[in-house]
């Protein structure tokens, strides 16, 4: 094997081993989120808020390591197409951290106000966005096109949530006026978890990209899971 194929796969490696990590922590932040509105624990919020500078320095490392790959080893065909992956990805594992903070600080607020009830849409809304994650980084890892295009049917499940929570906010308008603040920081984290539902599809649509060079974004009929693959339960191809 030329030591320049060999040195581009080991910088590919890295790539992939960055991008996994970056996923997880990114991941434990969302669910730490999550569970910080649920259960109203303030000091859980405050420590997803300091750990987010772990993950802005970790993005910072992966798009790095993206451009001195780009620039020593000047990739093509799918090599290249990876790198790019790899950086479009990056952008996007960042922004879903940036949003666990955003919800994370409605949750300090909200841990002052338990006597809102939380409707049962947004643990729902949560549960799917947290599988969408979870497994838009799976079809990541196990380069499943399969997965990635089901990931992407499920955001209009996350976004239907969503404006069921702006209609039950509605609802709750005329209860009294000390409960719209508490009902508009609800559904800002509402509408921050819809924000990591599109950021995880974004991921899976670079997925589809990465494995079969198809851009499928902005094309919902591209989506479609071709009835081959379905019976196959998954594609690597």
């Known amino acids: ?20 990590t970056l996923g997880a922590h990114v991941e434990e932040n969302v669910a730490s989120a ?3 509105i649920i259960t109203r624990d303030a000091r859980l919020a405050t420590e997803i808020m300091q750990s987010d500078r772990i993950i802005d320095e970790m993005e910072v490392e992966l798009e790095e390591e993206c451009l001195k790959v780009l620039a020593l080893y000047q990739p093509v065909a799918n090599d290249l197409r990876l790198v790019v992956a790899f950086l479009k990805i990056n952008n996007d594992l960042e922004r879903i951290g940036d949003l666990a903070v955003n919800i994370a600080e409605r949750s300090v607020f909200l841990a002052d106000h338990v006597t809102l009830t939380i409707p ?17 980084l799976n079809s990541l890892v196990d380069l499943d096109s399969v997965l990635a295009r ?21 609802s709750q308008l005329g209860k009294g006026p000390e409960k719209l603040r508490p ?11 819809e ?3 599109d950021h995880a599809t974004n991921v899976c649509e670079d997925v589809i990209y990465l494995i079969g ?12 899971i071709p009835m081959e693959q379905a019976k196959k339960g998954g594609s690597k191809n």
């Open 120 to 136: 049962d849409e947004f643990p729902l809304m949560a549960e799917k966005t947290q599988w969408m994650l979870q497994h838009a």
């Open 195 to 197: 924000r990591v539902a």
């Open 183 to 193: 009902l508009l920081e609800l559904l800002s984290a509402s509408r921050y978890l």
């Open 150 to 170: 089901r990931v992407c049917a499920m955001d209009d499940e996350v976004d239907d949530l969503n404006r069921k929570m702006f209609f039950t906010f509605e």
């Open 1 to 20: 094997m030329p030591r320049h194929t060999m040195h581009i796969e080991n910088a590919i490696l890295l790539l992939k081993k960055m991008t996994h």
């Open 34 to 36: 999550v569970r910080s």
């Open 213 to 224: 060079g198809e851009i499928v974004r902005h094309r919902k009929e591209a989506l479609i």
